[in-house]
């Protein structure tokens, strides 16, 4: 696996005993004229600033901790694979075969119920590689899952569905709140925050941006709360009676499912238990000598499926990203400007496949991973929503800078840490050829899958979902104290600490 070139990592091996430290030089400001400065790295390894008079300053060293490890930039330690023990393809064996066991030793109501949601991005993912339809990969993981003795698999489009319709209630909320009297404390952009490496990196970096960070959950995260607190009720069982297994495009989903703000101090149990990636779980199928190609196909759980009775997946308009520019900006500008401009006209003008006469579209530097997205009043034709989408770290600093300075215009920015975003995840499955331009193409081809792989829907007209909501906050519906408890959390910035040994656990 290749490392970012910023990283210089001495005796890989020891990476996760003390006295180890990951080496970045620090960030050099351009002045904007070539003044003939470089960088020479000494006899122990440090790094120094070399004017061209000869004067030398020592850069500083930066130590990076396993949380600080972001796994879908490129970057992965053996630290990591700490955690990637911890949540693996093999914890799922092993849950399936204890229960396996109690079943043989007729204690089979000590076994726990297993439930696997699997995330869009995984399933275009996989269907390139098998070069199978996404719902066909559908059926089969969910045959080949059932046949091991998986209880239930879930499709996350149906958590995305209801994380976008709340996360589009939170923004015209926030937008209300500050335009009126009380509005300075509402503080606008909102913030995506559906991507766990960016959310790592504001918290340990950038603590001053996180009162703009969306505080409903990820797609993941509201699919834990749903399983454990909502099919849990169903099925007639305590929340630690459910494993639940989220297969997912990147590592730092694992980093995500570990947070406290995921666990339950009742049941002594998370929302979600086990975070797999896509790449595991075909080495898993390989290592069970399945072949997804060969396997026949299954029933798909109707359950949360929204469709799938109906033999068919669903999905929502936008990048793999998940679509929350355009969905957003569709419900805004319904319920503030009554314009009627639906996710897919927004999906299709960033795609420059078709123009809409309320949305200007503009890519930041000709760059795919920054696009700004506009709403013209009907009126006036003057700016009313203005909104972004920022893939990539390089694009993400620049984001925090014009936040951090003021300069900022946006109203709504739709976040992702990896460039192309979620397609380019880091727990995808990788092409063969691992040329530049053969990922490109594989990413693009991955991205192609994924706006494909459903029918569009708006998420509000998910009958399921219009039922979740129902049943499990009655009249109230997501108004409902219970309804924020459960697709809300919160953020906590991180201060710097002195560590000598360069490492933190």
């Not at 530049?436 to 007209?461: F, M």
């Amino acid at each position: 696996m290749s490392f970012s070139g910023g990283l210089r990592l001495t005796d890989l091996n020891d990476y996760i005993t003390p006295g180890q430290e990951c080496i970045k030089p620090a960030q050099v400001a351009k002045t904007g004229q070539a003044d003939g400065s470089h960088i020479k790295v000494g006899q122990a390894g440090e790094y120094y600033e070399v004017t061209k008079d000869g004067e030398e300053t020592k850069l500083e060293a930066a130590s990076i901790t396993l949380n600080d490890c972001l796994a879908c930039s490129g970057c992965v330690t053996s630290a990591e694979t700490v955690l990637i023990t911890m949540q693996s393809h093999r914890e799922l064996l092993a849950v399936l075969e204890e229960n396996q066991r109690l079943r043989e030793a007729g204690e089979g109501d000590r076994a726990r119920r297993v439930v696997v949601t699997v995330a869009p991005q995984s399933l275009a993912s996989l269907a390139l590689k098998h070069q199978l339809p996404a719902l066909s990969v559908a059926r089969r993981v969910t045959g080949v899952l059932k046949a091991m003795g998986v209880d239930y698999v879930l499709d996350a489009a149906f958590s995305r569905d209801l994380t976008l319709v709340e996360s589009a209630r939170e923004f015209v909320g926030r937008f209300r709140a500050s335009k009126g009297q009380a509005g300075a404390g509402q503080r606008l952009p909102v913030l995506a925050s559906w991507c766990p490496g960016w959310v790592c990196y504001a918290e340990k970096t950038h603590a001053e941006v996180l009162p703009w960070m969306s505080t409903t959950r990820s797609p993941q995260q509201a699919m834990g709360a749903v399983v454990k607190g909502y099919l849990a009720g169903r099925l007639g069982v305590t929340p630690d009676q459910i494993y639940h297994v989220a297969v997912m495009m990147c590592y730092d989903k694992k980093l995500e499912a570990s947070r406290s703000d995921f666990y339950s101090d009742i049941y002594k149990t998370r929302d979600v238990d086990c975070v797999v990636t896509t790449g595991e779980i075909d080495r898993m199928f390989a290592e069970r000598q399945t072949s997804l190609e060969a396997v026949p196909e299954g029933e798909l759980d109707v359950l949360f499926a929204g469709g799938a009775a109906q033999e068919r997946l669903y999905s929502s308009a936008g990048t793999s990203a998940g679509g929350g520019l355009e969905y957003i900006l569709s419900y805004a500008a319904r319920e503030l400007y009554g314009v009627d401009v639906s996710p897919e006209a927004v999906a299709a003008a960033g795609r420059g496949e078709a123009a809409h006469p309320l949305l200007q579209i503009t890519a930041v530097r000709n760059q795919a991973d920054h696009r700004e997205v506009t709403l013209l009043d009907p009126a006036t034709r003057q700016p009313v929503l203005r909104f972004a989408a920022v893939y990539g770290f390089r694009h993400l600093q620049n984001l925090v800078r014009k936040l951090k300075s003021g300069r900022s215009t946006y109203h709504y920015v739709e976040v992702a840490a990896c460039p192309s975003a979620c397609s380019n995840g880091g727990g995808q499955i990788q092409p063969a050829d691992p040329s530049p331009a053969a990922k490109k193409q594989w990413v693009t081809e991955t991205e192609r899958i994924y706006v494909a792989g459903g029918l569009h829907r708006r998420p509000e007209d998910n009958p399921a979902l219009r039922e979740l909501i129902r049943d499990w906050f009655g009249e109230a519906g997501l108004d409902s104290d219970a309804a924020q408890q459960a697709l809300h959390t919160q953020f906590h910035g991180v201060s710097a600490k002195a560590n000598p040994l360069g490492v933190s656990w």
